[in-house]
């Protein structure tokens, strides 16, 4: 943050004004409240291609009639350790909070239960969905298909979503292990972000129009696409979150919705998946103290850091002093929350 009219935000403010933005365009008091904490949670740990960049986006998606704010999610019991969801059109989150208590329980009693929601909106960055889970001493996984824009290995067309993964763990005497990644080589919100600063991407991200390869992220978001991490292994990544977030729960694939009749409508409607497991089930009493040894092992080796790390020392900074907007930011979410 190096504009010298920056705020300082906390976070219940910011929660606070995000909500006003929410319910401002359309979405119930329970709803904005999910998703206020979701986005200014992303802003405060610095996760920025997530955070409050998205909320012209929210609000462009809800005023196009393309994404029901006020959706009632409808939660299923169908077995001992499958929880379903039809979120109604509605975003992903308010599903996800009205499933999470029957999820818990079929964890306890069966040591691992999934969670399949469809008919859903996610905008969000994936790590609010599953920190959480380790927190309270359980694994947890999660995968979330969105808009066709990435290519596969050696493809001509978009088909994939930038599907990304998450996945945390209990860890001892340390925050949880969370990652927390795009199967595509970048996220198209970075993308997006590089266009507006006007940056080029490092080589091997994305496609223009023709199929050619280019650094220019303007290009890449006018007709061109996105590639897969890691060439023909993060194209198999994308497939499974694919048919774990679609063909599994019931929602539809990244290429499959139509929001052509929605002008402005930005926000994916897919589908997630859920699996989460209790480690006490495994039999080893010391599962996260073995977790922190791998953790220390991995960093002893010379990695620099963990996954995570860096969104923990942004967030003990917010905490401490507030979370950094520019003005121009702040005065664009005044905006959004007035008209
Ligand atoms: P990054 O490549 O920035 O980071 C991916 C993971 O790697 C993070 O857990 C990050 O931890 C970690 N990491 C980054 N650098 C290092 C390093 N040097 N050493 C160790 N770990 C590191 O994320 P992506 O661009 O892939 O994704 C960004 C966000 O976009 C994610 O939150 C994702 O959920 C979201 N997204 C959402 C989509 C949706 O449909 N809703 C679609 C695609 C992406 P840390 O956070 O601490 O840097
Ligand atoms: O950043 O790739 C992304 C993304 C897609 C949907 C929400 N975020």
């Known amino acids: ?73 409808e939660v299923e019991d169908v077995g001992p350790a499958f929880v379903r969801v039809d979120a109604k059109g509605g975003f992903t989150q308010p599903a996800f909070f009205a499933a999470r208590p029957l999820l818990i329980e079929k964890v306890k009693a069966n040591g691992v239960a999934v969670l399949a929601i469809r008919r859903s909106h996610h905008f969000s960055a994936l790590w609010p969905d599953v920190e959480p889970f380790a927190e309270d001493g359980f694994v947890a996984l999660s995968v979330v298909n969105s808009m066709a824009c ?36 970048i996220a198209h919100g970075d993308v997006q972000i590089a266009a507006r600063a006007g940056h080029d991407l490092k080589p091997g991200m994305g496609v223009d129009r023709d199929g050619q390869p280019t ?68 039999g080893n009493d010391v599962f996260a103290e073995r977790v922190a040894g791998i953790c220390d092992l991995v960093l002893e080796a010379g990695q620099e850091r963990l996954p995570g790390d860096r969104r923990h020392v942004i967030r003990a900074k917010a905490e ?13 979410l005044k905006a959004l929350a007035a008209g």
């Not at 929660?15 to 405060?44: M, P, Q, T, W, Y």
């Not at 599907?163 to 945390?168: G, R």
């Not at 401490?320 to 664009?332: F, R, V």
Request: contains cysteine; negative net charge; hydrophobic residues 40%.
């Open 320 to 332: 401490k002093d507030g979370i950094p907007l520019s003005a121009e930011s702040y005065g664009k």
């Open 215 to 282: 650094n220019d992220p303007k290009e890449i978001l006018d007709g061109g696409a996105l590639l897969p991490f890691g060439g023909h292994k993060g194209n198999s990544i994308a497939l499974m979150v694919e048919i774990l977030s679609a063909a599994l729960t019931g929602g539809y694939f990244s290429g499959e919705f139509d929001w052509s009749g929605h002008k402005g409508a930005q926000t994916p409607f897919t589908g997630q998946f859920f699996i989460v497991i209790d480690p006490a089930r495994g």
């Open 150 to 185: 990435v290519v596969p290995h050696g493809g001509k067309k978009a088909v994939f979503g930038t599907n990304p993964v998450a996945f945390a763990s209990p860890r001892a005497g340390a925050a949880p292990f969370v990652f927390d990644q795009a199967s595509s080589a």
């Open 1 to 73: 943050m190096t504009d010298a009219a920056a705020v300082h935000l906390a976070y219940a403010d910011l929660v606070s004004l995000l909500e006003r933005i929410f319910v401002r365009h359309g979405v119930s008091d329970h709803n904005a409240k999910i998703l206020a904490k979701n986005c200014a949670g992303c802003e405060r740990d610095g996760s920025l291609s997530h955070g409050i960049f998205r909320m012209a986006g929210y609000v462009s998606s809800l005023d196009s009639g393309w994404v029901d704010g006020k959706a009632v999610p």
